[in-house]
């Protein structure tokens, strides 16, 4: 009897890729424009004992600074949600990748604080067993990302059910001698 050939698989869809809400970012932009207008007005103005020529400059500098040093926090960690897997990537220079199979199983939390609930974003923590849990901080439109994770979860377990079956019926009962 020949053996049926194994079906090729759905090749694997990015659902969602997503960073930390922006909200994070408002303060640095706002010390970045007290920066630039106070920098522009203090350059040439300053009295001599404090500089004057060098004061200006030094202000605008630090506000680049500041947004420039708190937009590259920001950009350092991503969450990405595909038909197979949440990956986690971290880092600027040195990446760190974290991946969990939806069909290993796990369970998602969600935590929102008050601020967090007016913006809609949210804490998700993804229970992995007896590992540590994977905690998904400040994803925008937390509640739409939770109930993403949790279709996949049971849409792969589903997918493993109707696999293993399959394989089952592929290779025939056994019999004892």
């Given at each position: 009897m020949p053996r049926p050939r194994p079906q090729s698989a759905a090749p694997e869809v990015t659902i969602a890729s997503v960073r930390r809400h922006a909200r994070r970012l408002a303060l640095p932009a706002l010390i970045l424009?007290?920066?630039?207008?106070?920098?522009?007005?203090?350059?040439?103005?300053?009295?001599?004992?404090?500089?004057?020529?060098?004061?200006?400059?030094?202000?605008?500098?630090?506000g680049v600074l500041i947004f420039a040093l708190a937009w590259l926090a920001w950009l350092a960690r991503r969450y990405v949600v595909t038909t197979r897997r949440l990956i986690v990537q971290r880092g600027v220079l040195v990446r760190h990748r974290q991946e969990i199979l939806h069909t290993r199983g796990y369970g998602c939390e969600l935590v929102q604080s008050p601020l967090q609930r007016v913006f809609g974003s949210g804490d998700v923590r993804v229970n992995v067993g007896l590992d540590h849990p994977i905690l998904v901080?400040?994803?925008?439109?937390?509640?739409?990302f939770t109930r993403a994770l949790q279709d996949l979860q049971e849409a792969s377990d589903s997918w493993a059910i109707a696999q293993g079956q399959q394989n089952t019926a592929a290779q025939g009962t056994f019999t004892e001698l």
């Open positions: 424009v007290v920066a630039v207008g106070s920098g522009s007005y203090f350059t040439g103005r300053a009295a001599p004992y404090w500089g004057g020529v060098w004061f200006g400059p030094t202000i605008l500098g630090l901080k400040d994803v925008p439109h937390a509640k739409v």
